[in-house]
Structures are given as C-alpha cells and as structure tokens.
C-alpha cells in the first residue's frame, strides 16, 4: 500500500513529464470495447486478428488459441470490470520461426510527443494487470512501425491464477524512425510463445525484429493455459501513476471508431440509377477515420424506393467508395417496382430495436 | 515487417461514371472486399506490398 503522499508525488512526476490527463496512450486498455464480437469467444486463426478493439493477435499457427473478452469469469482487480482473456486450445512446442503475440500499435500521431529518433526522446513506463496460469518470466517488447527499432523487456508472474501488476520504465529511443503522422508507429508486443528468431535480449535497444525476448515462458506450450490482461497503461515518463480510466464508455468507444466502427442499420441514402440496374447509396460516419476504410456490409439492409423494397447484401456490391469520414456503393440488385433513374432510395429499419445490417468500417493499423 | 495475409485474387473496380478506378475487389483471408487506393489503408499497403514483391497481380477493372 502506497501513501497519499507518494501518490501525489507520483501525479507531479506527471505533470512534470507532460499531462494529468490524456496520460494512456493505449486505447481500450480497460478492455471494456469488444465492438467486433461483442463478449463472444472466438477460435484464433493464423495472421493477423483484430480481438477486442485496437488489440489483435499475430500467429503462424491455426487454432492454437481462443480469445474472449472475461473468458473464464475471474474476479478483477479493483476497479476493473473486463479483461482479454486467451486461452491454449491446441498446444505446440515453438520452433524457431514460430510466434504467437497479442499487440497494440499505435498510431504516429499519438507518440508524436516521444521525440523518439531523436536526441530528446522521452522515458515511457508501461504498467498492467496480468494474471496466468503459469508462472515465470514472460516476454514483451515495444517496437518502431518499421520493425527494425525494438526493445525487448520481461516481467514476471509469481503466482498462478492471480492477477499481479507489472511496471516497466523504458529509456526513450533516439535512433530509428518512428512515425509521427496517421500511420502506424509504437507497438507494444506481449509474447504468448516466440520462438528464437524473434526473440532478444532484454533491456536494450535493438536494430532487429524482436517482439518477445530470449527464454520467456511459452503460453501456447501447455494446453489450457490461460493468459488474462487489463489496465494496460503506456504513458510518458519514468513513473507508473494510476491507470486512467475512460471519461466514459462513449469516450473510449468513440476513440476506438476511429480505427474501426460497426455501424447498426446504417441509414444509407442514394439515388436510382435503373440504366444500370443499380442504386448508388451512402453514408458518412463519425468520428473522422484514420485512413479510408475497408467497407464491408454484415447481414441484409433494406432499401425502398417509395414504390418497393428490395434487399442488399455484401454480394451485391458492384463498387465502392470510400474515404476517412463517407462511404458509398453501387449495388445491383435490379430493378424493383417503381424503379426509375433519379428517383431516391432509402436504407430502413423493419423493425425498431432490430439489427438486421451492420456496415463494418476497417481503418486499422 | 512479417506478414502472413493470403490475398487470393485482386481486381480494380472502375467507377460507371467517371471510367476512372474507385477501389480494388480482393479476397483477403478468405473474405472478399473492396479496399480503397488508399496508402494508408493496411489492406492496400499490404496488395501493393505483395504486388511489389511479385507474389500478387491485380487485374485489370471490367
């Protein structure tokens, strides 16, 4: 138990390094967000998925893993109500080649203030919740968007089946390039089993790809094994101040939009165009995305023409449009009754209440 | 950086209107989308990554 004085004392370390507020640079790192499934457990294929928002998961093997948002439904620590939970389904001893991470990247924008690749480059300290049911030393990293810039570091799980906070202070990097602007920048990497060739040493600077560090404890190597982390906090300076909670559920689930946003019943406006038996509809969303999106429709949208309704799925597609804040399509669909060029057409809700059409709007990192 | 997207097929799609290309229609992992031209897009960073390598070709739009 820290004392008050300690705390505020922490708080002015803070405010000395540059904010009060706005301190975490990760977004989501309470977990509360699960835009794409929703509480839902899901089998981990192999590459790159997105978990819960702005987390994913990087893995060369099929179905080693499943991941849930509260999997298992442990208690929390203080404070906390959700954490990402994976869990081994398939267990495999890691080659040298072999990796399985769970990640965060962060945009350039949103590190800008490091200064690192540069000779002002800030000290980060990261801190988290973690709880396992192994014990040992466990590898991370943080890493350049290039990934030729890393920093390795371990932390170690005492206890199993407990949750036990974690602190990391990292000197800032004053080599490299790390990107300022809209395009991916800082990762930080936690290793679930990396095999030796991405592995390092840790506690430096490296000019190599490491995302874990040399001799961590392999998650996936013992079947069932769990593997739960929240209050993930990556801020500027030496010292670990409280985790900052999101102002609210809309704040942080507004932030995590600008990377991805599921849209229920998107109320797509357009036009008839029946020389092409197409209609061209679209929407423009909010907040501003970081890139153009990939769009995708997820389920069936009614659209009406004041005549007659039809439906359109993602197979009707015939092209898109898109940019950071508007999306368009033409679909086709073929005409319905009623349908003439210039006369307008409408997505609609049949059912208030009911989600029948989601427009999925991808802008990762 | 090691990337193990799976981009199957890769076609431009021309906008009716202006003839000009609007997005490109690609299978990704198994999932077909359309992803716009732009860079900073990860899907089109990761096309014109595969296409720059050789490992990928995208058609012409219809």
Partial sequence: MTSKAFQLARLGNAYSDGALSNRNKIINGSMVIDQRNGGASVTLNSGTTYTLDRWFYFANGVNKFTYQ?????????????????????????????????????????????????????????????????????????????????SYPFTYTISAAN?????????????????????????????????????????????????????????????????????????????????FEHPRSYGDELARCKRYYHKMANPMFRGVELSSWSARRMGINFFPVMRAAPTVTLDGTLRVYNGTASGTVTSSNLSTTWSTVSSFDFDSNIGALSGTATGNACVAYTSTSGVVECYAVMDAEL | MMNTTQITFAQYVADPLSGTNSSIRATIDGQELFVPLDPANRHYAEIMRQVETGELTIQEAE
Wanted: net charge negative.
């Fill in chain 1, 69 to 149: 948002q509260n999997a298992g439904s442990v208690a929390l620590p203080t404070g906390f109500t959700k954490y990402m939970g994976f869990t081994v389904a398939a267990a495999v001893t890691i080659g040298a080649s072999d990796y399985y991470i769970t990640a965060q990247r962060i945009e350039g924008f949103n590190v800008a203030d490091l200064g690192w690749g540069t000779a002002y480059a800030k000290s980060i300290t990261i801190s988290f919740w973690v709880r396992s049911s192994l014990t040992g030393t466990f590898g991370a990293s943080v890493q350049n968007g290039a990934s030729n810039r």
């Fill in chain 1, 162 to 242: 407990t949750w036990e906070q974690k602190t990391v202070t990292i000197a800032g990097d004053t080599s490299g390039t790390w990107a300022t602007d809209n395009t991916g920048s800082l990762t930080l990497w936690y290793g679930l089993g990396v095999g030796s060739t991405l592995s390092g040493t840790a506690g430096s600077w490296s000019g190599s790809d490491y995302r874990s560090t040399t001799g961590a404890t392999s998650v996936v190597g013992t079947s069932g094994a769990t593997f739960y982390l929240t209050g993930v906090q990556l801020e500027v300076g030496d010292t670990a101040t409280p």
